[in-house]
C-alpha cells in the first residue's frame, strides 16, 4: 500500500525568509510525486511533479521540491517566502509499479502561514 | 477555458434522500476521480475511472456509487446519504499515458451536509 506523511499541520514563516514543507512517503515500487495548493474555496491546484531525471524539481510560483530516494521524502521548498503563498499544502504519491496503480494518495495536508 | 465543472457547490439534505453530485470536464481527459476532504485527513478518493465504463474503487468507497457513460461526465451517487458522508468532495480529471505522471485538475468542490 502506499502512503504519504506531512508530519507538520501547520508552518508559519516570515514574508522573505525561506520555507520548507515536508513530505515523506511509502511504495513498494517506484513513486510519482506531486504537490499541490489549494487556496480557500477553492480546488487544488497543481503545483509541480516528480517522475523520473533530477531529483530537483521546480514548479509553478517559484516553487521547487527535492526527490530523496534514500529518505523517501519529497520537501517542497521557496527562497523566498511571500504572504500570497499562505495556503493549504498537499503531497501526493501514486505507485507506478505495481497493481491501482492510477490511484493517487494524498497526506493530510500543512497550512503555510506566512507572516508580514 | 479548461475546466473541471461540479454542480452544486453546496447542499443540505437530510438522511436517506438520494442525491448526485455532477462532474463534468472539457478537457478530453480520460481519467476521473472522486475525493472527499476532511479535516484532519487530507483528500480520500473515493472512485476514480479510467475511462468510458471502467471505474474502480479507491480508498473510502463505501456508500458511494458512481458511473462513466460518457468521457466528461463522472458523476457521484449517494443511493441513502448518512451524516458520516458530511463532507467537501472533489472532482478532478487527468490524460492517462503510460508511463507518465499528469497533473490532476480540480474543480471547485461541493459542500454537503446531511442532517
Known amino acids: 500500500a502506499q502512503s504519504v506523511a506531512q508530519p507538520e499541520d501547520q508552518v508559519n514563516v516570515a514574508e522573505g525568509n525561506p520555507l520548507t514543507v515536508k513530505c515523506t512517503y511509502s511504495?513498494?515500487?517506484?513513486?510519482?510525486l506531486f504537490w499541490y495548493v489549494q487556496y480557500p474555496n477553492r480546488g487544488l491546484q497543481f503545483l509541480l511533479k516528480?517522475?523520473?531525471?533530477?531529483?530537483l524539481v521546480k514548479g509553478s510560483y517559484g516553487f521547487e521540491a527535492e526527490f530523496n530516494k534514500s529518505q523517501t521524502s519529497f520537501h517542497l521548498k521557496k527562497p523566498s517566502a511571500l504572504v500570497s503563498d499562505s495556503a493549504l499544502y498537499f503531497c501526493?504519491?501514486?505507485?507506478?509499479?505495481?497493481?491501482?496503480?492510477?490511484?493517487?494518495?494524498f497526506g493530510k495536508g500543512t497550512k503555510l502561514s506566512v507572516i508580514p | 477555458e479548461a475546466q473541471v465543472t461540479q454542480n452544486p457547490r453546496y447542499l443540505i439534505t437530510v438522511t436517506g434522500k438520494k442525491l448526485t453530485v455532477t462532474c463534468s470536464q472539457n478537457?478530453?481527459?480520460?481519467?476521473m476521480s472522486w475525493y472527499r476532504q476532511d479535516p484532519g485527513l487530507g483528500l480520500r478518493q473515493i472512485y476514480y475511472s479510467m475511462n468510458v465504463e471502467v471505474t474502480d474503487k479507491g480508498d473510502v468507497p463505501e456508500g458511494y456509487k458512481v458511473s462513466r457513460k460518457e468521457k466528461r461526465n463522472f458523476p457521484l451517487i449517494l443511493e441513502s446519504p448518512s451524516p458520516n458522508q458530511t463532507s467537501l468532495y472533489f472532482c478532478a480529471s487527468s490524460q492517462t499515458q503510460q508511463g507518465t505522471g499528469q497533473p490532476q485538475h480540480f474543480g471547485d468542490g461541493t459542500r454537503l451536509s446531511i442532517l
Open positions: 516528480y517522475i523520473t531525471g533530477d531529483n
Open positions: 501526493a504519491v501514486r505507485d507506478i509499479s505495481g497493481a491501482g496503480s492510477y490511484q493517487l494518495t
Open positions: 478537457m478530453n481527459h480520460e481519467y
Open positions: 511504495v513498494s515500487g517506484n513513486p510519482y
